[in-house]
């Protein structure tokens, strides 16, 4: 189910929400004993809170042991990666290690702000303390990746992000019943009045309900300390599973378990539900710098996107373009229908202008060749389908890989579904430019051989 987080979304859709949350003193209210003055609670926050959750939540999946192993045995061994983009190993690897930090780094910076609005005054310094965990101040011990605690976390985090989904949804759905009712008394239809009366009304029954399970009646408190926990966890994990390949993480090893063990419920003066201590972890006191170590600002992100070399598809700005091109064209070749001429015109000006004149270029010299022999074209159509059949194998899945990469960090389209993401070495983005210009321009020369030698349209070609 996809939805679209308060803020970031529709404006028709971020106006049903701020409608809603601005008159819900009175008709969709809590009471007031839902939260004390002492210990504020997220309300409208919670749907930005929820996507950060859904960002944890994926990551975590993403680096359990299955995960790991598919991406070194699997995602990075594939025909189009290897072809495309590397097969160096460690390259590859300090890629996706990037960008999980990355995606941490972003889901961190919305902790941090979070945590300023805590009672909590360890809370309040998570910004310190993720700066110290970069510099390699951190214990480990009692982070661990799949203790039954973190485990029952993540799937609190998850139930927390699907319930504050529904009460989204039944914030959208009571304001489209009301736009409804509106228009029915503008029409005098005064019989179905009633309808909408009682539907509405139940519908707030419901809205209230979710408040009260969702994220929105959760203190700041309680849920920054569950997300800087598992900030906590997957970090130590990232520098856990990387660290024999990726020199510049920080070594987890004994010398960087100089602090108290992690406790719960330690501090009486910490407010209710409140059961984790960012000070048994790392220093929170003040910012500690070490040179050794990486130093990573939150506030510098997307850094993987711009760091990839100039002879590749994604510094020439063409990732998303040629993705496109490719799957439109496996769309077609798969397909017994005809290219109608405007999606032929249409497939042919994606195509930057060297593109054209090389795609040109070879149409002719294989018209020319065939026009001297007539005789086997059948046979030639054949052979130009086992061929494209073979490129689409490898080239296809990088193609779809890169629009999904797109998609997942579009944020009107985020899927509260949590996981794992696609990388972005598996995408376009690293690939290599003239390697991947010489195939498109192969697949769609050879799609034009068999639109013409099958006589499925008026004119063989794209061109």
């Not at 970031?8 to 049903?16: Q, T």
């Not at 919670?46 to 790991?68: I, P, Q």
């Not at 760091?307 to 490719?326: D, H, W």
């Amino acid at each position: 189910m996809a939805w679209r987080p308060a803020g970031i979304n529709k404006s028709s859709n971020k106006s049903h929400v701020s409608r809603h949350t601005k008159s819900s003193s009175s008709s969709l209210s809590l009471s007031s004993s839902s939260s004390s003055s002492c210990s504020p609670t997220l309300q409208i926050l919670a749907f930005e809170t929820a996507k950060c959750m859904v960002r944890l939540v994926a990551l975590y999946k993403s680096l359990s042991d299955d995960e790991f192993h598919r991406l070194r045995n699997g995602i990075m061994k594939s025909p189009g990666v290897v072809s495309l983009n590397s097969d160096d190993e460690t390259y590859l690897l300090s890629l996706a290690c990037e960008e999980m930090l990355e995606n941490l780094d972003q889901a961190a910076a919305i902790v941090s702000r979070l945590g300023k609005k805590c009672i909590d005054v360890e809370l309040n310094k998570f910004d310190i303390a993720y700066h110290n965990m970069k510099q390699g101040i951190i214990d480990a011990r009692t982070l661990d990746f799949n203790t039954e605690h973190v485990v029952k976390t993540i799937d609190q985090m998850e139930k927390y992000a699907c319930s504050t989904s529904v009460l989204y949804a039944s914030l959208v759905g009571v304001d489209e019943m009301e736009i409804s009712k509106r228009k029915k008394w503008r029409q005098n239809s005064g019989s179905k009045i009633d309808y909408f009366n009682e539907e509405i009304s139940s519908r707030r029954k419901q809205v209230i309900h979710f408040r009260k399970i969702s994220l929105w009646n959760q203190t700041f408190d309680k849920i920054v300390a569950l997300m800087a926990q598992i900030v906590a966890v997957i970090f130590v994990r990232i520098c856990t599973v990387f660290e024999p390949f990726v020199s510049s993480l920080p070594c987890i090893t004994a010398k960087n378990r100089n602090f108290n063990r992690l406790h719960y419920n330690s501090n009486p003066k910490s407010p209710k539900g409140v059961t984790f201590r960012l000070s048994s972890i790392t220093k929170i006191d003040k910012f500690i710098t070490k040179i050794r170590y990486m130093d990573v600002n939150t506030e510098k992100n997307q850094m993987l996107v711009q760091s990839a070399p100039e002879n590749t598809v994604g510094v020439a700005g063409l990732a998303v373009r040629y993705a496109n091109v490719i799957i439109m064209a496996e769309a077609y070749f798969y397909s017994s229908k005809m290219i109608t001429n405007d999606a032929r015109e249409y497939m042919f000006e994606m195509l930057p202008m060297n593109l054209k004149q090389m795609l040109r270029g070879k149409l002719k010299s294989h018209w020319h060749k065939d026009a001297e022999a007539r005789e086997g074209q059948q046979g030639v159509a054949e052979g130009w389908k086992a061929a494209l059949e073979e490129i689409f194998e490898w080239l296809a899945p990088v193609a779809h890989d890169t629009l999904q990469w797109q998609q997942e960090r579009n944020l009107e389209q985020r899927n509260l579904d949590a996981k794992p993401t696609v990388l972005l070495l598996q995408t376009l983005h690293f690939s290599d430019l003239e390697r991947t210009e010489a195939a498109i321009v192969e697949i769609l020369v050879g799609l034009s051989c068999i639109y013409r030698y099958e006589n499925r349209g008026k004119r063989g070609g794209i061109c």
